[in-house]
Every structure is written in C-alpha cells, then in structure tokens.
C-alpha cells in the first residue's frame, strides 16, 4: 500500500468551530508532514512528527494542534480559525533518511473557513 | 527565505513539444526533488537527484542539477495533454532533517 489517506476530502466550519483534518498511511513511514497550500502557491510545511515526535513547528499559530497518536495516523486539530485559514490541507509522509527524502502526498482537505 | 524559484511562472507548451521548466535554491543542500501536482489535488514525487549526481532520467523526465549554479532543470520530452499540472522543486539541504523547501512552481499547460 503506497497510499496516504485524508479525510474529509471537504470541510466547511466556522470560525467558533472546532474540527479534526485526518492523515493514514501504511507504508511503514516514521516521518509524517502537514502543509498548508494557497492557490497558486507551493505547500508551505506547518509540522513534521519524526519517530511520533513533533520535531518541527513553523511556528504554526496554536488555533492548529497536531496530534500522532501512532506511527501510522496524524491528526491536525482546529479551534477558533480564521477564514484566512482556508487552504488545501496536505499530508505527506516519508522514509526517515538524513537530508530529507521522497514525501509521499494525500490528496489534501479543502478547508473553508467562514 | 529558503525558497527557491522556478522559471517560467507559466509555460504554454503544444502536444509533442518539449517542455523545459528550471529551479534555483539558496543554501547547499542534500538532494532535489520534483514534483507534480494536478489541479488542487496532492503532490506527486516524479525524480529525485542527490547533491553529488549530475543527470538523471525516468521516462520522458530528465533532470539536471548544477551544485556550482544552485541550480536544476526538469526537461519532459514528446509532452502529452496530460502532463498539465503544476510542478515544483523541492530542495532537502543539509542539516534541515526531513524538511523540504517547495520552489514557487510552474504551470504547464499542454495542447492538443
């Protein structure tokens, strides 16, 4: 299985709202991804969970909360959003080589927020 | 910033032409990679060229990487309609861990 999953593929939500963007993969990947992509505009990296570690927060506002509970599974969790939050939610995973190597992609959430 | 940038923003290419898109980046780094992404979809890797490599091939893809220059070059041959999409660099730079810095991307729009 060469696949990463999310769920929802949609999601509308206000801004009192509170809501959970998913991640899967079983490829047996130890570093997981979330990025965060405007139109037009390359993924920006938002969190990376080395060995369920978060190792690295972009300095990502605190309304965002990620959550691994397991080598296999990312959560990113939403409170009190902004609508200029809304974006393409991407999450990748990958092997846990020096130097960074190949991410493998899910095909995003569209998050709107209103 | 550590982003790179990709030229040309947006290519306009015909079915059967090649099509030739370039990336620069800032710091040294361990390898770059290209992908592609379809229109608000998830990116797909294509190619990945480590820091000591010059060229290397995967189908219709060649890929160059010029360490002196801080740069690369993603050339697709014999280009299909469905080669649209938008592709982006992406540079894993030494000390970085697993972070990858995406470049701006280009658009490719092939026609038949």
């Known amino acids: 299985d060469t696949e990463v999953t999310q769920t929802p593929k949609h999601l509308v939500m206000g801004m009192t709202n509170k809501k959970s963007l998913k991640c899967e993969q079983h490829?047996?990947?130890?570093?997981m991804y979330w990025y965060k992509q405007k139109a037009k505009k390359p993924p920006e990296l938002m969190f990376v969970y080395s060995y369920e570690k978060l190792s690295i927060n972009e300095s990502v506002p605190s309304r965002f909360s990620p959550e691994c509970p397991n080598s296999s599974l990312l959560n990113l969790h939403l409170h009190a959003l902004q609508p200029e939050d809304s974006a393409l939610y991407l999450c990748?995973?990958?092997?846990?080589?020096?130097?960074?190597?190949?991410?493998?992609f899910g095909p995003g959430t569209r998050l709107t927020v209103l | 910033s550590q982003q790179g940038e990709e030229d040309p923003q947006a290519l306009s290419i015909q079915e059967g032409e090649n099509a030739t898109m370039n990336c620069s980046y800032k710091?040294?780094?361990?390898?770059l990679q290209w992908y592609r992404q379809n229109s608000g979809r998830g990116l797909v890797h294509l190619i990945l060229?480590?820091?000591?490599?010059r060229e290397k091939h995967s189908g219709r893809l060649r890929v160059t990487l010029d360490t002196s220059k801080k740069s690369s070059s993603l050339l697709i041959t014999a280009s299909r309609a469905a080669d649209t999409a938008s592709y982006f660099c992406a540079t894993g730079f030494t000390g970085g861990g697993n972070k990858l810095t995406f470049g701006t991307g280009t658009q490719l729009k092939v026609e038949l």
């Open positions: 990748a995973s990958s092997q846990v080589p020096a130097g960074a190597g190949l991410q493998f």
């Open positions: 710091t040294s780094i361990n390898n």
């Open positions: 490829m047996g990947h130890r570093a």
């Open positions: 060229i480590r820091s000591n490599e």
